[in-house]
């Protein structure tokens, strides 16, 4: 099949979150299952770095807004596999990728329907006629309705799509006054079309109008059906239930690996744990932590945002630390009253807590590596990677029950468990948690177990590819 693969981020390109890691992998998985996929994605200004090819072929698109005019860049993965750059730098050519710090940029409306669109009539200038689109999040969702309005009468008709739902809580909500800027009918702004509370919703668009709605864990997929998980769209997810599938994400194994990570002083796998020793002590190291203390090293990697739950880390975590020689690194960036705080607790235990603010690829896999918890208390979790990522290293997850975390990590209290589950989001829960591990890191044996079992599951794209696989056959007729 021939597949166009419209994202916002793509690593190593671009990246503020999970969707770019998806947006790398995906894509070659489906390339290695002899697809042939053009990932269409925005020139952003980190992009230079990997002197993409200019293809020669102009774009042109027309809004009310203006006349923008972009070329089209590329990179290839391999035969199958080419990610293609909008390079328009009035949108794009910027320090930030939706925003700078806190504040996004005014004009991502126009930004986004600019991607959405031009990664269409990208397509259609390179006479790639797609068997599906397949669009994720907000920043696409307008692709859904111009795939159906503008492009009917094209190649691009008989494309199929695809819009996957990787976190609910971004919709793309924008005043009502962009319809008019972005040119868009406002026969459709409606309860059914583009209408949420008076605003326009660029999500929402992808839902009612894709083929098929996919979401990145079966629970997930459960979860956005219920006024507590559904951000406002449950009622129109639960009418779309029948085209609504979860499919859980997968992990880079050939990056995410710890017999063959570049990025570790140590290497080990589950047949010989060795080297995680050697990688737990050079973590220790990196912060100025002492190695000799025995208690079990607690680890973070996340957006300091109440989604993750940071909040309850910072409302447990000092009482643990009092207590115990347990020690906590925590790599992450986010709301700056979460990181003000995570630095106050870091003076607070000088010699416990390890903070590093900001995003460290390297850093993040000696993290995994040296870890022997690491902490994901999320509010929601649409699926999650880090938790994935800690099981193929080692580091046991304490998680709570949503989302894909549920679909990803046995308790302990299960024969086959691989981790450590809490279901209330509340601070005594998490403390019973955290109190749970304790347990398990005083018992070695136990410990050593635990590690093993959740070293060799499989959580490869090669599996959520061939689910993609399946799904995309359904939709355009094969098998």
Known sequence: MKILFV?????????????????????????????????????????????????????????????????????SHGPNHQVLFLAQDALYDRPGIYGEGPWPYADNALR?????????????????APDIVHL?????????????????????????????????????WFPKEQMDVLGLPWELFTPDGLEFYDQLNFLKAGVVWADALTTVSPTYARDI?????????????RERAGALTGILNGIDTTT???ATDVHLPARFHAGDLAGKAEC?????????????AEGPLFVCISRMAAQKGMDLVLEVMPGLLSR????LVVLGSGDPELETAFRVLASRFPGQVGLQLGYDESLSHLVEAGGDFFLMPSRFE?????????????????????GGLSDTVVDLSQPDGTGIRFDAFSAPAFERAVERAMALHADSTALEAVRRRGMVRDFSWGRSARAYEALYRRLVGTT
Do not use: I
């Open 280 to 292: 737990r002590r050079a973590l220790l190291s990196r912060f100025g932590l002492p190695a000799e």
């Open 136 to 172: 994720n999040d907000w920043q696409t969702g307008l692709a859904a309705l111009a795939l159906l309005r503008g492009y009917g009468d094209t190649p691009l008709g008989r494309a199929r799509s695809v819009f996957t739902l990787h976190n609910l809580a971004y919709q793309g």
């Open 225 to 237: 059906q219920t006024p507590e998980g559904g951000e406002g769209l449950h009622g129109l997810l």
């Open 7 to 75: 994202v916002s981020e793509v690593l190593p390109f671009s990246k503020t979150g999970g969707l770019a890691d998806v947006a790398s992998a995906l894509p070659a998985a489906l390339a290695g299952l002899g697809h042939e996929v053009k990932v269409v994605t925005p020139a952003y200004a980190s992009v230079r770095a990997a002197k993409p090819e200019p293809l020669g072929v102009p774009l042109s698109l027309s809004f009310p807004a203006g006349t923008f005019h972009s070329e089209l860049l590329s990179v």
């Open 256 to 258: 995410w690996n710890p």
């Open 112 to 128: 986004y329907a600019f991607l959405s669109v031009g990664a269409l009539s990208a397509a259609q200038a390179l006479g790639f």
């Open 324 to 327: 115990s020689n347990a020690r």
């Open 382 to 402: 649409p699926c999650g990677l880090n938790q994935m990522y800690s099981l193929a290293y080692g580091c046991v997850p304490v998680v709570r029950s949503v």
